[in-house]
């Protein structure tokens, strides 16, 4: 009897281990992502992303998932936040936040993924570096707290086919590069078309990252490289942030060759081999990083090679992800230090930087793995064309040339005044934490403006805009009336400076922002004009000298009597001083206004 009561209990025991054991095992399936339980070249649709999440939210009290704002797909934008502690619901965010950062000196790494969702690299290795940290990995946690964005580009990835990355290998169906509007979300940082760049400015600011990175695939050369790196470019970078990252950068390429996967600078070369030179690429703020940048953040874009299989190109960006994670934590003194580096330089500064070009007299030599191209006659177009012989693989030196010098300038102000009538200009620069205040009453100020006296323009439409370029601009001066409720501007930081400033590269003109004040309101009938047009030049010497010159001079000018007279017109009072008069004020002394 005892014997049989033994192998009862025996038995009991071991149906529980067993059950156990597949409990376990379930449990590790459950937690699995269709990557890994695929073939390899499979990504997760968005709702199997998503609910990864949110499992992995219920499994575990240090992974939160939260909302922000609508996307252009009618769903929330998500970030998926990874701590070593218990995370708070949404409400309790800024206090956990503002106590993480500065009594425990976290530092805040943010992942993007999926702003162009045929790129979906980051989507899987993110969703298993998210479970691995809170699962086996959660030491590398100690000092640093990891937000993903799980898919940017939510209408994108809806948007699943096999087609849409013809140059790419794998995977065997992913999104697509527009968005529910059908804009490439990683030009929108500043024009803000989308309700996704609105949500992403709301937890940018919430968060205030400390590293950025956002993860892309190639297009264009082939290498041997798995990887390549786009460091948000040196010289235009915060004062703190170009001297950090003098140390963090180099630790990225060392760690990466010590794991076996080295890496390249991103190869900016299309439409031809690599030969003996590549440029850098110069991120202005209308992509990602180089929005991020203007606010101190230390910024990159993962770009997993397209021609390498896609299981090779997940786990390449995991491991690039893990190294971000080690190397902030070896450095998180100098990282945390950066902002008082900015401050002491930009309160030395009389003028902002706005505007960047290649030095072509300058660069850095390395070693390049590439294959060799082979030159033969297209059987379509009868023209050379060129292929990679991947049996062909060499290392050589090239020219790495990545020096950008500032080339335009604008005079720092002690503020900037815009009139409130500028509603679609006012609320993004409010959006983006901009020191903006109301004038309580009429003021007259003396203050300085810009007239656009040149520019050009996109023949065809570039992400919803006929967007100009080459905008040059001459600077004036007058006493001005500005209403109460007008905005004025403090201390303004670079998102203002780099928007405001009309010759910067992504200024708000430039994106059409102002067109309305391009075009002439009022006009004259010559007619009744002839008479007045005598009338002012016998009363104005000095122009009546200038227009008996030019007609002189300019053969065109004597036979257009309608040139003649519109040049009297616009040197006259009667001229419209709005026309291309940009509606953006520098107040250049420090003044005592009343403000609300």
């Known amino acids: 009897m005892k014997r049989n009561v033994t192998n009862f209990t025996f038995a009991i025991m ?68 990874v701590a070593n502690k218990e995370l708070p619901g949404q409400g309790l965010l800024q206090p956990f936040i503002k106590k993480e950062k500065e009594t425990h000196n976290k530092a805040v790494f943010l992942v993007m993924n999926g702003i162009h969702p045929g790129e979906p690299c980051g989507i899987d290795a993110s969703m298993m570096l998210a479970r691995d940290l809170a699962k086996s990995k959660s030491k590398m946690l100690d000092d640093i707290i990891v937000c993903f964005i799980p898919v940017y580009n939510v209408g994108g990835m809806l948007n699943r086919d096999a087609y849409s990355r013809a140059n790419q290998d794998g995977p065997e169906e992913h999104g697509f590069r527009g968005n529910a509007q059908n804009l490439d979300l990683n030009r929108d940082f500043i024009k803000a078309d989308s309700k996704n760049t609105w949500a992403f400015w709301e937890l940018f600011h919430e968060w ?70 590549f440029e850098g690429f110069l991120e202005t703020p209308r992509y990602s990083t180089g929005y991020t940048t203007l606010f101190g953040t230390v910024s990159f874009v993962a770009e997993a090679h ?60 390395i070693n390049f793995k590439g294959f060799e191209a082979e030159w033969s006659t297209s059987p379509i177009t009868g023209q050379k064309r060129y292929t990679f ?25 002690f503020a900037y005044i815009i009139p409130q009538g500028q509603n679609e200009v006012i609320v993004r620069l409010k959006a983006n934490h ?65 928007t405001l400033e009309h010759e910067a590269h992504d200024a708000f003109f430039n994106w059409n922002f102002f067109d309305s004040y391009l075009q002439q309101k009022e006009w004259f009938s010559s007619y009744v004009f002839e008479d007045m047009a005598v009338e002012i030049l016998e009363n104005d010497a000095e122009l009546k000298t200038a227009f008996e010159t030019k007609k002189a001079n300019d053969e065109n000018f004597k036979n257009s009597a309608f040139a003649q007279l519109y040049y009297i017109y616009q040197h006259s009072p009667y001229y419209e001083e709005e026309h291309m008069r940009m509606p953006v004020f520098k107040l250049m002394e420090m003044k005592d206004l009343n403000l609300y």
């Open 389 to 413: 012989n991947h049996d062909k693989p060499f290392t050589k030196e090239i020219k790495f040339y990545n020096t950008y010098l500032a080339t335009k300038f604008a005079n720092k102000p």
């Open 434 to 498: 901009c020191l903006l205040r109301q004038l309580s009453n009429n003021t007259k100020l003396q203050v300085q403006y810009s007239k656009i006296i040149e520019f050009d323009t996109r023949k065809q439409p570039y992400e919803g805009h006929y967007q100009h370029f080459d905008t040059k601009v001459e600077i004036d001066s007058a006493e001005i009336t500005f209403q109460a409720g007008d905005y004025v501007l403090l201390l303004p930081n670079r998102f203002a400076i780099e």
């Open 14 to 81: 071991r149906y529980l281990l067993l059950l156990f054991a597949f409990i376990v095992f379930l449990g590790s399936k459950a937690q699995q992502t269709p990557f890994e339980t695929g073939n390899g070249n499979t990504t997760a649709t968005y709702d199997e992303c998503i609910k990864f999440y949110r499992d992995l939210d219920a499994a575990h009290k240090t992974v939160k998932m939260y909302s922000y704002g609508q996307t252009d797909a009618g769903k929330p934008l998500h970030l998926v936040v």
């Open 208 to 277: 205030k990252p400390d590293v950025f990175l956002d993860n892309h695939t190639t297009n264009g050369s082939d290498h041997q490289y798995t990887m390549t790196l786009i460091t948000s470019q040196k010289d235009k970078q915060n004062e703190g942030v170009k001297d950090y990252l003098q140390t963090m950068e180099p630790m990225l390429y060392s760690k990466m060759k010590e794991r076996g996967d080295e890496m390249s600078p991103y190869i900016n070369v299309h439409g031809e081999p690599v030969d003996d030179h």
């Open 306 to 365: 397209m021609l390498k299989q896609f299981k090779d190109r997940v786990n390449s960006t995991y491991r690039l992800m893990e190294v971000f994670l080690e190397t902030i934590k070896a450095t998180k003194f100098d990282l945390m230090k950066r902002h008082l580096k900015t401050i002491t330089h930009e309160n030395q500064l009389k003028q902002w930087p706005i505007y960047w070009e290649l030095d072509k007299t300058k660069f850095e030599t």
